[in-house]
C-alpha cells in the first residue's frame, strides 16, 4: 500500500486529474461509515454503479463486508498505489476508498449501438468509427483511445438559450499554455443565444470573419482527433454536434488523410503529392485555359494551339464565358448531389452531367477540351481529404479564372503570389498558417507541464 494515509491519496489522486469536468468525486453515508468513490462519468455505466455499489452499500452498512462483497466481482482488485488507481481510473474503473485500501471496480462503459461509420473522412484501412452528437460518448472514444492522466477535459457551457456543453481537450504536457489560455478568452467572450454546431462555433472563434481559408479543422474521427492532440493541439468537443474542432491548425493539415498514417511511407508520400497536384489542378486549370486561349497562344505548340481552336470553333462568346458557364453547371451538380435524397441523387446527378455535357458540345456552347478540364478540376478536388478546404479551393478558383480573363499569364502569377502572401499572412492561433511540414510531436517552451 502506499506510504501515503488513505486522505492523502485520494487528495493526490484529485490533484493529478485536475481540470478533468467529467471526473465525479461522491462520498455515500449511511447513520454508521461512509465511503469515498471517484469515476468518471464518460467511462462508467451509470447504472451499473446504482446498481452494484451505491445500492449494495445502503444495504450492508458495513465497510468490512461490503469490502468483501467488492472483491468477490470478478475484475475487482485491490490498488498498491494511487498510480495505479489513476490508470484503472481512466479505463473505466470505480476507485473505491474503504478502510485503508483503495479498491478498484470494472463499471467500464462500452458504446457499441450508438456508433456508426465514418461518412464524411471514410478511409480505406484502420478504424471507421466516427463522433455522434453525444458529448459523453465522444468523451469516451478519446479516453479509449488516449488512456493517459495527462489528458484534460474542461467543460465549459455556451448560449443563453441552448445552454450548449463543451469540452475541451488536451495534453497538458504537450498543449501550449498561451494557446489554451487565448481559446478560454475567446470562449468567455462569445456573447450568443444559440449554439448547435461544430461549425458555427468555429465562425465565432475566428477573429476575420471573412477568411479565404479556414483556420481551424473539424473532423468527425477520434482517431485523427487523438493524432492531433498527441501532437499538442487542442480539440473542442460540442455537445449535440458529430464533428470536433482542432486547433491550431495549419495548411499543411487539411490534405492530411488518416490512411497516409497506414500504408507504406513511400505509398503515403506518394498520395500526398497527388493531393498537391489536385490542389493546383483545381486552381489553376480553367485560369490557364482562358489565358492560352485569348491572351497567350503562342506560348503552346502550334498542334494544340490549333486543336483547342478547332474544338472552339462554332463557340459564340469568349472563352472566360466558357469557363464561367461550364464551371457554375458543375457546381450545380456537386450541389444538387448533397441536397437530393440519397437513394436518387447520385444517378440524378451523374445522369444530368453526362446529358448537360454532351448537349452543350453538340450545341456548340463549349468546346469539347472544356468538357474535358471541367472534369478534371472537379476530380481534382474531390481528393483533397477536408471538405472546408475543398470548398475554398472551389471559391477561389474562380478568382484566377478573372485574373486571366484580364491580364493572361501575367494575371495567373500575381495571383499566386497574392494567394502565396495572403497565406504567408494569415495565423492560426499564433501559428503560421502556411507551414509546408507538419510541427510534429514537438513539445513547445510554454506547455502546460
Request: with cysteine.
Amino acid at each position: 500500500m502506499s506510504d501515503h494515509p488513505l486522505r492523502s491519496d485520494k487528495e493526490w489522486i484529485l490533484k493529478r486529474l485536475v481540470d478533468n469536468g467529467d471526473l465525479e468525486s461522491r462520498t455515500i453515508a449511511t447513520e454508521s461509515c461512509s465511503i469515498d468513490v471517484l469515476y468518471l462519468a464518460s467511462m462508467c455505466d451509470s447504472i451499473t454503479i446504482k446498481q452494484s455499489l451505491i445500492k449494495p452499500w445502503n444495504e450492508i452498512s458495513n465497510e468490512r463486508r461490503f469490502h468483501m462483497y467488492i472483491t468477490s466481482f470478478p475484475g475487482s482488485k485491490r490498488a498498491e498505489h494511487p498510480s495505479e488507481a489513476i490508470e484503472a481510473l481512466l479505463g473505466g474503473f470505480v476507485v473505491l476508498f474503504i478502510g485503508s485500501d483503495i479498491l478498484l471496480f470494472d463499471a467500464k462503459k462500452v458504446e457499441t449501438g450508438g456508433i456508426k461509420d465514418a461518412k464524411v473522412e471514410s478511409v480505406v484501412q484502420g478504424p471507421s468509427d466516427s463522433f455522434n452528437e453525444n458529448l459523453e460518448t465522444n468523451i469516451n472514444l478519446l479516453r479509449r483511445r488516449y488512456p493517459s492522466e495527462d489528458l484534460k477535459l474542461e467543460m465549459h457551457t455556451i448560449g443563453t438559450t441552448s445552454r450548449t456543453k463543451i469540452a475541451i481537450a488536451y495534453d497538458s504536457s504537450r498543449a501550449s499554455k498561451k494557446i489554451l489560455a487565448e481559446l478560454k478568452s475567446r470562449l468567455a467572450e462569445l456573447d450568443i443565444d444559440m449554439l448547435q454546431s461544430s461549425g458555427e462555433l468555429m465562425q465565432y472563434l475566428t477573429p476575420a470573419k471573412f477568411n479565404l481559408f479556414p483556420t481551424m479543422l473539424i473532423t468527425e474521427r477520434p482517431d485523427r482527433t487523438v493524432k492531433n492532440i498527441a501532437e499538442g493541439k487542442i480539440a473542442l468537443l460540442l455537445d449535440t454536434s458529430g464533428f470536433a474542432i482542432i486547433l491550431p491548425s495549419i495548411f499543411y493539415d487539411f490534405f492530411a488523410a488518416m490512411d497516409d498514417k497506414f500504408q507504406l511511407p513511400m505509398v503515403g508520400i506518394f498520395l500526398k503529392v497527388l493531393r498537391l497536384m489536385g490542389l493546383l489542378i483545381a486552381l489553376t486549370i480553367p485560369a490557364f485555359y482562358v489565358a492560352f486561349t485569348s491572351f497567350n497562344p503562342e506560348i503552346l505548340k502550334v498542334q494544340i494551339t490549333l486543336l483547342i481552336a478547332g474544338s472552339r470553333a462554332s463557340v459564340p462568346y469568349p472563352s472566360f464565358v466558357e469557363v464561367l458557364f461550364m464551371l457554375i453547371m458543375m457546381e450545380f451538380l456537386v450541389e444538387a448531389s448533397l441536397r437530393l435524397p440519397k437513394t436518387i441523387g447520385p444517378t440524378a446527378t451523374t445522369v444530368g452531367g453526362l446529358i448537360l455535357g454532351q448537349a452543350a458540345t453538340e450545341a456548340g456552347l463549349v468546346g469539347n477540351i472544356m468538357i474535358i478540364l471541367v472534369s478534371a478540376v472537379a476530380i481534382s478536388n474531390f481528393i483533397i481529404p477536408i471538405n472546408m478546404m475543398n470548398f475554398s479551393i472551389r471559391v477561389i478558383k474562380y478568382g484566377f479564372v478573372l485574373l486571366a480573363s484580364f491580364l493572361g499569364l501575367v494575371g495567373i502569377v500575381l495571383g499566386v503570389i497574392a494567394l502565396i502572401m495572403y497565406l504567408s499572412s494569415l495565423r492560426s492561433f499564433g501559428v503560421p498558417y502556411f507551414t509546408i511540414l507538419p510541427h510534429g510531436n514537438r513539445r513547445g517552451d510554454e506547455t502546460l507541464a
